[in-house]
């Protein structure tokens, strides 16, 4: 089993910063990914952006070139740095973490944290 804790969310004003944390436990194997979705009200889960254990990142058009993904593969521990935010971004920001065993796909996801950016 694996356990992600997020924290760092909060309310900020528009065109301010946000950096959420990611923190895992428990069995992750091999090479893995890690990442970011929200979730506003009445709107489906996205991704936000996700980073593998080599350090390959992935980024969605609307947070490009404002947020950045970072990872401590020592630590397990993933980052989002948010700046610039918007109202839009406005959202329960969820951690997860996806690798496969022996061919099988595994995710596990955190319990989200609520980041509310007023205008």
């Known amino acids: 089993q694996v356990q992600l804790v997020e924290s760092g969310g909060g309310l900020v004003q528009a065109g301010g910063s946000l950096r959420l944390s990611c923190a895992a436990s428990?069995?992750?194997?091999?090479?893995?990914?890690m990442g970011w979705y929200r979730q506003a009200l009445g709107k489906q889960r996205d991704l936000v952006a996700s980073?593998?254990?080599?350090?390959?990142?992935n980024y969605a058009d609307f947070v490009k070139g404002r947020f950045t993904i970072s990872r401590d593969n020592a630590k397990n521990t993933v980052y989002l740095q948010m700046n610039s935010l918007k109202p839009e971004d406005t959202a329960v920001y969820y951690c997860?973490?996806?690798?496969?065993?022996?061919?099988?796909?595994?995710?596990?996801w955190g319990q989200g944290t609520q980041a509310t950016v007023s205008s």
């Open positions: 428990g069995s992750i194997f091999g090479p893995n990914t």
């Open positions: 997860n973490v996806h690798f496969r065993l022996l061919g099988v796909p595994h995710d596990y």
């Open positions: 980073i593998t254990s080599g350090g390959s990142t």
